[in-house]
């Protein structure tokens, strides 16, 4: 069956502009989770969606930062008046919904911040 | 091994040799750990997982060892390929999933 989809796989946009990333969980997967990779460094846990339950906003880095999950499928990270240092590949993984299953990653969107 | 810091630590081998990527992980609490794979431009893979009743697991040319004694857990590669050339991750679960810095493995021909 087809993986953890994403878009745009890319995007350049200018600073200040607001920009929505959009990710395509693996159908019946429950848990859906974003991470950020900027270049050559490891994943930054940023949000996680599990179920109905409220998600866990803890890595998020400012409030300028915001996700949803609609209907328990597909989500949006959202990154309001983008900055410079906003640039990184944003990475979705979804998986079961028992916990101790591994995460499948889709292959992330390059965000550049001109 | 792993760190946290601003650089991926590496590890170069000889094709056909055996790979030991090493890996600290934090919370005591993590139940579950998994070794991903990362190619250029990809998502990450999964190698293989453990979880914490166990100390060994192999696979296909794999194998992961955990210590929750010193929290350490390593990825065994046996006869290291070209195309295990990537950057691995290790990724311990507890309330949710938290990734290592990564180490980047480089094979020569």
């Known amino acids: 069956g087809a993986g953890v989809s994403q878009s745009p796989s890319n995007k350049v946009t200018e600073k200040g502009k607001d920009v929505e990333l959009r990710c395509d969980p693996i159908?019946?997967?429950?848990?859906l989770y974003w991470y950020r990779q900027s270049l050559g460094q490891g994943l930054e846990f940023l949000i996680y969606?599990?179920?109905?339950?409220?998600?866990?906003k803890s890595g998020l880095p400012s409030d300028r930062f915001s996700a949803e999950r609609t209907g328990g499928s597909v989500s949006t990270l959202t990154i309001q008046r983008t900055q410079q240092e906003d640039s990184a590949v944003y990475l979705c993984?979804?998986?079961?919904?028992?916990?101790?299953?591994?995460?499948?990653f889709g292959n992330g969107t390059r965000l550049t911040v001109t | 091994g792993e760190s946290v810091g601003l650089h991926l630590p590496t590890l170069s081998v000889q094709e056909g040799d055996n790979s030991i990527i090493n890996c600290a992980y934090s919370?005591?609490?993590?139940?579950?750990f998994i070794w991903y794979k990362q190619e250029s431009g990809k998502g990450p893979q999964f190698i293989i997982d453990?979880?914490?009743?166990?100390d060994k697991r192999q696979g296909q040319r794999v194998t992961v060892l955990l210590n929750k004694t010193v929290k350490h857990l390593s990825l065994q590669i046996a006869a290291t390929q070209p195309g295990d050339s990537a950057v691995y991750f290790c990724?311990?679960?507890?309330?949710?999933?938290?990734f290592g810095a990564g180490t980047r493995l480089t094979v020569k021909p």
């Open positions: 993984a979804s998986s079961l919904a028992t916990h101790n299953s591994p995460l499948h």
């Open positions: 159908s019946g997967h429950t848990a």
């Open positions: 969606f599990q179920g109905n339950s409220a998600p866990d």
């Open positions: 919370n005591s609490a993590s139940d579950y």
């Open positions: 453990i979880r914490s009743n166990m």
């Open positions: 990724a311990e679960m507890s309330n949710d999933m938290r």
